[in-house]
């Protein structure tokens, strides 16, 4: 796990921000909740991480810890889950962007794990209404193309949690980390408009909603090779004079 964890020193800081008009960094920000009985809770940290670490070995980025706890509310009905609220989560982004400025970088890309961190699109509205220069990535259409590029069968809308996108990218990236039965534990709730009122658990008994069965490593690779050609819009968005 010790991949979760830059191991940049100062000195590659500076160095690799000696190549670019503008530093910018890149923040992981995960979750810690239920992902049914066979991905971790930390399954949202170790997508974010994945899609950051991918980002970061074709761009020079500042690459940085993850945020590994946020906004997990809807999930508060199953053991395991943790979280802290959209205003803590809010104040964080800021206070780290802030002290990026301090130290010269000053353009951010948060990466987003979890669905429910609807804050961090306030965050990154407002610090740009400011004239600071920040990001959210992936947007849904980043995801759409990865999806079609990676041959995901289950549209955006119906793999909403533990389903076939999570469980390739850890089948790609952390293997270790999934239980047995993925295979069996399909579970499909596409109407979900009362989800803030009822929470997952008004959905869904496993936590699960998804097709956990579909997903392969092959599809996760190919899934975050797509997102780090995305980023190449955002980079130079963020890098750009104008």
């Known amino acids: 796990m ?9 000195e590659d800081i500076r160095t690799r921000g000696a190549g670019v008009s503008r530093q910018v960094a890149v923040l992981p920000v995960g979750s810690f909740e239920q992902h049914g009985p066979f991905l971790p809770l930390a399954t949202d940290t170790l997508v974010a991480c994945a899609v950051a670490r991918e980002i970061a070995g074709a761009y020079p980025v500042h690459l940085l810890p993850p945020v590994t706890i946020s906004c997990s509310h ?8 943790v979280s802290i609220s959209s205003v803590t989560l809010h104040a964080v982004v800021l206070d780290i962007a802030d002290s990026l400025r301090r130290s010269g970088v000053d353009a951010l890309v948060v990466v987003n794990g979890h669905g429910g961190n609807y804050v961090l699109g306030n965050v990154v509205q407002e610090s740009s209404a400011r004239g600071e220069r920040m990001a959210l990535f992936p947007a849904p259409e980043d995801w759409e193309a990865a999806r079609e590029r990676a041959g995901v069968v289950t549209s955006l809308l119906t793999d909403m949690h533990a389903g076939e996108i999570e469980t390739s990218i850890l089948l790609h990236a952390h293997p270790e980390m999934l239980r047995p039965g993925y295979e069996t534990s399909d579970f499909v709730a596409d ?30 690779k190919e899934l975050l090779a797509s997102l780090a050609d995305s980023f190449g819009a955002y980079f130079s968005l963020l890098t750009s004079d104008g």
Do not use: Q
């Open 74 to 81: 809807e999930h508060a009905a199953w053991p395991g889950t």
């Open 191 to 220: 109407d979900r408009r009362h989800l803030l009122t009822l929470g997952m658990s008004g959905y869904t008994d496993s936590g699960v909603i998804g097709r956990a069965s579909l997903g392969s490593a092959e599809k996760g």
């Open 2 to 10: 010790s991949d979760l964890v830059p191991a940049d020193t100062t």
